[in-house]
């Protein structure tokens, strides 16, 4: 089972930057990557960004050039750094990982439990 807490969140003034922090804990045979998607009130979950074991990266359109992902292999940890942060940016963050559980299994998805981010003018 594996454990994901995110930290990192919180209220910002358009222009501001936050970093999002998502813990990894518990077992996985092979994290095969890691990502942030976000969700507002009445809106689906969208994908925000992702990477991969190699350390390569995806970025929805919307936040190319101002976020980036990056994760730190010796602490499990991957980070969202967001800059130039947009009032539609506003949202609740969750991190999602992608585990093998041992060789040969299906992967199981795995989601944080989210952290809100508010940006205001």
């Known amino acids: 089972q594996v454990q994901l807490v995110e930290s990192g969140g919180g209220s910002v003034q358009a222009g501001g930057s936050l970093r999002l922090a998502c813990a990894a804990s518990?077992?996985?045979?092979?994290?095969?990557?890691m990502s942030w998607y976000r969700q507002g009130p009445g809106k689906e979950r969208e994908f925000v960004s992702v990477?991969?074991?190699?350390?390569?990266?995806t970025y929805a359109d919307s936040v190319k050039g101002r976020f980036t992902i990056s994760q730190d292999y010796a602490k499990n940890t991957a980070y969202l750094q967001m800059n130039s942060l947009k009032i539609e940016d506003t949202d609740m963050y969750y991190c999602k990982t992608t585990c093998i559980p041992s060789p040969g299994r299906r992967p199981i998805y795995y989601w944080g439990q989210g952290t809100q981010v508010t940006v205001s003018s």
């Open positions: 518990g077992y996985c045979y092979r994290r095969v990557d």
């Open positions: 990477i991969d074991s190699a350390g390569s990266t």
